[in-house]
Nanobody
Framework: VQLVESGGGLVQAGESLRLSCAFS????????IGWFRRAPGKEREGASC???????YYIDSVKGRFTISIDTARNTVYLQMNSLKPEDTAAYYC????????????????????WGQGIQVTVSS
């Protein structure tokens, strides 16, 4: 299993970025894929995840601004991030796990088995 993130960078507050996660080694029909982030001095947190049935989940701080989607023909998961804020600054990671993930209040990183290397997103004020 391999996951490779791309699309990060430096943007100003209010702007948008789209992160991509190209995956290989598994079939998307059987996996859940998530986007996590770790801000400086903070613990890793799940931002969003999507299941094979298309059900998607978001943490409250990104609801209405971030959209997760999957292109099974390209084996790629996207995270469209709009109205970015300085507090979105973090290293973003793509992760995958077999089966379905139904988060409670948070998207638990421990539920995901495979991880990408991460990519930096910096939002300046």
């Amino acid at each position: 299993v391999q996951l490779v993130e791309s699309g990060g960078g430096l943007v100003q507050a209010g702007e948008s970025l789209r992160l991509s996660c190209a995956f290989s080694g598994f079939v998307a029909d059987d996996y859940a894929i998530g986007w996590f982030r770790r801000a400086p001095g903070k613990e890793r947190e799940g931002a969003s995840c999507i299941n094979a049935d298309g059900s998607a989940y978001y943490i409250d701080s990104v609801k209405g601004r971030f959209t997760i989607s999957i292109d099974t023909a390209r084996n790629t998961v996207y995270l469209q991030m709009n109205s970015l804020k300085p507090e979105d600054t973090a290293a973003y990671y793509c992760a995958a796990t077999a089966g379905t993930v139904i988060p409670a209040k948070t998207i638990n990183p421990e539920a995901f088995d495979y991880w990408g290397q991460g990519i930096q997103v910096t939002v300046s004020s």
